[in-house]
């Protein structure tokens, strides 16, 4: 059973950092790709950043790019989000997510499973 469980939110300062870690257990995700989503409340899910778990293949949201990296340790089975110079916007539920396509992918529907979700506030 595939078993997705994020950490590290909490509550900083604009211009602050903050890294999310998903520990990911159930299968072997060499062939899959892994994706960080969020939601801020009264809006839609939607993509952050995405990666081949094997590989060096990354996309990023406009939004986030320069700021936030998204990377992974084998040895831990673990999928990070390092975010930097955070910004009120930013604020939102994350969510890990993975996928069997064939390449990274924005797209929620894209990616079968998730997981519970972390909370990220960021003050003004």
């Known amino acids: 059973q595939v078993q997705l469980v994020e950490s590290g939110g909490g509550l900083v300062q604009a211009g602050g950092s903050l890294r999310l870690s998903c520990a990911a257990s159930?299968?072997?995700?060499?062939?899959?790709?892994m994706g960080w989503f969020r939601q801020a409340p009264g809006k839609e899910r939607e993509f952050v950043a995405a990666?081949?778990?094997?590989?060096?293949?990354?996309i990023y949201a406009d939004s986030v790019k320069g700021r936030f990296t998204i990377s992974r340790d084998n040895a831990k089975n673990t999928v990070y989000l390092q975010m930097n110079s955070l910004k009120p916007e930013d604020t939102a539920v994350y969510y890990c997510?993975?996928?069997?396509?064939?390449?990274?992918?924005?797209?929620?529907?894209?990616?079968?499973?998730w997981g519970q979700g972390t909370q990220v506030t960021v003050s003004s």
């Open positions: 997510a993975a996928s069997r396509a064939v390449t990274p992918s924005t797209r929620t529907y894209e990616y079968a499973y």
């Open positions: 159930g299968r072997t995700f060499s062939s899959y790709h």
């Open positions: 990666r081949r778990w094997s590989g060096s293949n990354t």
